[in-house]
């Protein structure tokens, strides 16, 4: 779909159901991905913003699960505090929330619970976002543990 279009149709669903601006929504979730022409645009914004929410929720899930994680992760696993985890888990019960609501939505639909649904998404998503930033910082640069290392001679 030609942006403009897409601009303008969303104009639409922003001014009946007062939903955030399209460049609010489209920094944090891409809706400019929206390729074909619809009479469910809010559906369609609705599944995209979900795909990044569900991205979200399954990188969650492999901090707080870490059975399988990838070993880049492991120096944040060795130094992450009970805080952190709790931190982790409340983010985690709040998009998983969002995904529940998005699930009942791909089996009853309308255009006014897509928009609802938008704005919870988008609501939620601003609010967790500044904690999601905070983990992937320590994560990158985990906290020095104040555990020293012996030294072992191996010869």
């Not at 696993?77 to 791909?106: H, P």
């Not at 601003?126 to 020293?148: E, F, G, M, Y």
Request: proline share 3%; with cysteine.
């Amino acid at each position: 779909m030609d942006i403009e279009k897409l601009k303008n149709e969303y104009a639409v669903l922003e001014k009946k159901y007062k939903l955030s601006t399209f460049s609010e929504l489209n920094s944090s979730f891409d809706i400019e991905k929206i390729d074909d022409d619809t009479e469910l645009l809010a559906k369609n914004i609705r599944k995209i913003m979900m795909d990044k929410i569900l991205n979200s929720v399954s990188w969650l899930d492999m901090l707080i699960n870490q059975m399988n994680a990838p070993r880049i992760y492991q120096p944040y696993f060795r130094t992450m505090s009970m805080k952190d985890k709790e931190n982790l888990i409340k983010i985690y019960d709040q998009l998983g929330a969002l995904s529940l609501t998005s699930l009942s939505l791909e089996i009853d639909s309308n255009e006014k619970k897509e928009c609802d649904a938008i704005k919870e998404i988008y609501s939620v998503w601003k609010s967790v976002k500044p904690s999601l930033i905070q983990v992937i910082d320590t994560i990158r640069i985990p906290p020095s543990t104040s555990t020293k290392k012996e030294r072992n001679y191996f010869g």
